[in-house]
C-alpha cells in the first residue's frame, strides 16, 4: 500500500484558509448578496470556517448554504440503489446574488457541474465563484477554481484525501501516490 505525503497539516491548512478568506473577500467586495455555499460533506465544513474570516470584512451578514449534489450527478447509477443524500440548504432565492461555491478537492469538474446544475434550480445568480482548498488537475470539463488554496499535478491513480476536525478529528491534506481515485 502506498504511503500518503502529508502536503498540509493543522496549521498550514488554516493559513491556506486564511489566504483564499481573504481572496474571497477581495473578489465578493462589490457583490450586494454575498453567498458562501459549501458542497456536501467537507466543502460546508471548510465554509463555515471561512465564513467567521470573512463577515467581518463585508461590512454586512454573509448569507449561507450547503448543497447535496448526489442527485444531480451524471453517474448516479454507479452511485448505488439508496445513495446517501444529504442536506441542502439555501437562501430563499440566489436571483441576483454572488455565490462562491466551496469545496475539498477539485478534480474532473463532474462534482462542480452538478452545484451548477443543482444552483440554477434554485435561481439565477448574478455571479457564481469556485473556492477550493485543493485542484488536482485532471479535468474531464471546461471548469477552473477562482480561488486555490493548493495546486497540484496529478495521476488518475494518484488519490488526495482532505481531512477536517468536525468530521476526521484533524485537518489535514494529504496525497497518495498510485493510491487510486
Given amino acids: 500500500m502506498p504511503l500518503p505525503t502529508r502536503l498540509l497539516d493543522a496549521p498550514a491548512m488554516g493559513r491556506v484558509l486564511a489566504r483564499m478568506a ?32 470573512i463577515e467581518p470584512h463585508l461590512g454586512r451578514p454573509l448569507q449561507r448554504g450547503a448543497l447535496d449534489i448526489t442527485l444531480y450527478r451524471d453517474d448516479l447509477s454507479a452511485v448505488g440503489q ?69 495546486t497540484l499535478d496529478t495521476t488518475s491513480t494518484d488519490r488526495v484525501e482532505v481531512r477536517v476536525a468536525t468530521l476526521d478529528d484533524e485537518d489535514a491534506v494529504d496525497l497518495i501516490r498510485g493510491g487510486g481515485t
Avoid: C, K, N, W
Avoid at 29 to 38: K, S
Avoid at 46 to 52: E, Q, S, T
Fill in 22 to 53: 481573504s481572496e474571497i473577500v477581495e473578489r465578493t467586495a462589490d457583490a450586494q448578496r454575498p453567498v458562501l455555499v459549501g458542497i456536501q460533506r467537507r466543502g460546508t465544513d471548510l465554509a463555515d470556517r471561512l465564513a467567521p474570516m
Fill in 82 to 150: 439508496s445513495p446517501v443524500v444529504h442536506e441542502t440548504r439555501l437562501p430563499p432565492t440566489l436571483d441576483g446574488a454572488t455565490v462562491v461555491i466551496v469545496d475539498d478537492v477539485l478534480y474532473t469538474g463532474r462534482t462542480i457541474r452538478a452545484a451548477l446544475d443543482e444552483i440554477a434550480d434554485f435561481g439565477r445568480p448574478r455571479r457564481i465563484l469556485l473556492a477550493v482548498l485543493v485542484d488536482r488537475g485532471g479535468r474531464e470539463l471546461p471548469i477552473q477554481a477562482d480561488i486555490t488554496g493548493l
